[in-house]
């Protein structure tokens, strides 16, 4: 094979190399758009709407619940040495303790009053945590993307650069919090009814003008990149933290259809990452002098575990004890004023908060599990620099 056959063979591989870390990362939500369009025009807007929610719901499965559950399998490995041992500084033992420990000891007991009282009142005010926080998680994780894989591709942000765009991601947060107004309304959750907080029109459009603000502040910095450095954030990185910030956050409801998929496609942009971090980890421990196993065999054995782990807690866990003990209970009881699935709202709910808090310890600089994000051949540099373990969240 000549030279400028390899070079070809090489561009190839590498565009589609990028083809699908853009579709994994978000990208393929560009695709979907125009597939709900063309969905609504030959089915109709119900039966449409049916079908994608009847192939979400079941994706779930696969995708979203596998998601939470290997969050859990992440954070509790070696839980004992992470808390007590010395490789990690006190700072991130601290917060080791308060998500592993603290924040899901204080949800089982707020989800237990709820359940046990049958309180619609106690268990809205969880659910509604759950949607403020699943804000800040989205932009996390999509500041996360941009960062990350930059940096595996030798493009990194400054500490000021950084700044701006996480100001970007927090006040699309809270944009998307605070929109649309709400006077206050009857909403339902996993079978609980209950009544939303109050967001006047007022701190809506606050949130949308710090939103408009903060853009404005993210095209300067990229423009004043461009200017000195004559080079941009790569495309794959930068189109994944656009669609999660704009498409998923702040502008979710732009497609009705596309409300049902985004949470999968969510979904697959963690695992992607995931796949990254513990193949690289896998790899680094095939060789000597651990000579683990087969790369292939721990990814599988992770696979399933997080897929066994995920319907245990979305379908088994929740289900034998709605059947036991909320079906079989006596007319009296008042968890029966939370509906017929009150454990399954309080196991969802649950799951939810506490995979926000977990996510916010394990993709830290602190986690030295992170430099498994880099490049394979990188992993163990001796410089300084590269080194220095990446960060997928906002904490120093």
Same mark, same amino acid.
């Given at each position: ?85 010395? *490789?990690? &500084? /006190? ?7 308060? +998500?592993?420990? $603290?924040?899901? =000891?204080? %949800? !089982? ?88 907080? *109050?967001? &006047? /029109? ?7 003008? +710090?939103?408009? $603000?903060?853009? =404005?502040? %993210? !095209? ?106 909320? =079906? ?69």
């Amino acid at each position: 094979m000549t030279l400028p056959e390899r070079a070809s063979e090489s561009s190839s591989g590498s565009f589609w190399a990028n083809f699908i870390e853009l579709m994994l990362v978000g990208g393929a939500t560009l695709v979907l758009f125009p597939v709900a369009w063309l969905l609504r025009e030959r089915l109709g807007a119900d039966s449409s709407e049916l079908t994608v929610d009847y192939l979400a719901f079941h994706a779930a499965w696969m995708i979203n619940n596998p998601h939470f559950a290997v969050t859990y399998l992440l954070f509790y490995k070696d839980a004992r040495k992470r808390t007590f041992g010395g *490789a990690l &500084p /006190p700072r991130q033992r601290a917060r080791y303790v308060v +998500a592993g420990l $603290l924040v899901p =000891l204080g %949800l !089982l007991i707020w989800a237990s009053q709820a359940v046990a009282t049958g309180s619609a009142r106690s268990m809205g005010f969880m659910i509604q945590l759950m949607f403020l926080l699943v804000g800040w998680h989205y932009v996390k994780q999509g500041f996360g993307i941009l960062t990350v894989l930059s940096a595996r591709r030798g493009f990194r942000f400054s500490p000021w650069e950084r700044t701006v765009v996480l100001a970007h991601c927090f006040a699309a947060w809270a944009h998307a919090w605070a929109s649309p107004a709400d006077p206050g309304r009857e909403l339902q959750e996993t079978g609980v009814t209950y009544t939303s907080l *109050a967001h &006047p /029109p007022g701190l809506e459009l606050a949130t949308q003008i +710090a939103f408009g $603000l903060s853009a =404005l502040a %993210l !095209l300067f910095v990229l423009v004043r990149k461009w200017r000195n450095e004559r080079r941009l954030p790569p495309l794959v990185p930068l189109t994944g933290f656009l669609i999660t910030v704009w498409l998923w956050t702040v502008y979710s409801s732009l497609d009705r259809l596309m409300m049902y998929v985004i949470p999968a496609l969510h979904s697959i942009q963690y695992l992607y990452v995931v796949w990254l971090l513990k193949r690289n980890e896998a790899r680094a421990a095939e060789g000597p002098p651990l000579f683990g196993k087969p790369t292939g065999l721990r990814l599988g054995i992770l696979s399933v575990s997080a897929i066994a782990l995920g319907w245990l807690l979305f379908r088994g866990a929740p289900g034998f004890l709605d059947s036991t003990l909320v =079906l079989s209970s006596t007319p009296g009881d008042r968890t029966r004023d939370l509906g017929a699935t009150p454990y399954l709202a309080a196991i969802f709910v649950f799951v939810n908060i506490h995979h926000y808090f977990m996510d916010n310890v394990i993709w830290r600089r602190e986690n030295p599990e992170t430099r498994y994000l880099r490049e394979p051949e990188m992993i163990k540099s001796p410089e300084p620099e590269a080194s220095a373990p990446l960060r997928m969240t906002t904490g120093a």
